[in-house]
């Protein structure tokens, strides 16, 4: 008998400044949570009925009081990632840092592509560095290809 994969379905959202530099967040150093203590994409669980973009939408409401338009958002690509399917999403982030209510994680930052790929990034709230999570290296090679592409 085959073994049937369940996968928890959550997405990621690349949040691009007009710099070409990237929102990331420091997540919490909880134990209880994926990669923590990590530079990591705002998102979380898809919920029922909900789609790719729509759990885009409603997680950088929920995190950072970002208010999207699931239509102004695009998916990008998926991953496997031990027993999650990551769904990946761009956002043009328009607004300033100042502007944003951050209300998950415990700093966040713009950082250019190079930066992240060096794989630790500096938090000004916290005066050290820290991890960007592995997975996330991989994703910002993806990113970084799919850019010099021209697409």
């Known amino acids: ?5 369940v996968f928890r379905e959550v997405v990621s959202v690349f949040l691009k400044a007009d710099d070409g530099s990237y929102l990331m967040q420091l997540r919490d150093n909880n134990p209880s949570i994926v990669f923590p203590g990590n530079w990591g994409l705002f998102g979380g669980s898809i919920e029922s009925g909900e789609s ?9 409401a929920e ?7 699931p239509g102004k958002i695009s998916e990008f690509r998926q991953y496997i990632q ?11 982030l328009k607004i300033p840092l100042t502007k944003l209510n951050q209300r998950e994680g415990a700093d966040l930052g713009l950082f250019p592509i ?15 560095y820290f ?3 592995s997975p ?3 994703y910002f090679k993806d990113v970084s290809c799919f850019a010099s592409d021209g697409i």
Do not use: P, W
């Open 1 to 5: 008998m085959d073994k049937i994969s």
């Open 131 to 133: 991890d960007v999570a």
């Open 114 to 128: 190079n930066e992240i790929l060096s794989g630790r990034l500096f938090s000004q709230k916290l005066g050290a």
């Open 63 to 69: 995190e950072i009081e970002i208010h999207a338009d």
């Open 136 to 138: 996330l290296i991989g």
């Open 82 to 92: 031990s027993n999650y399917r990551v769904h990946t999403c761009f956002y043009d």
């Open 52 to 60: 790719v973009c729509e759990a885009a939408s409603r997680e950088l």
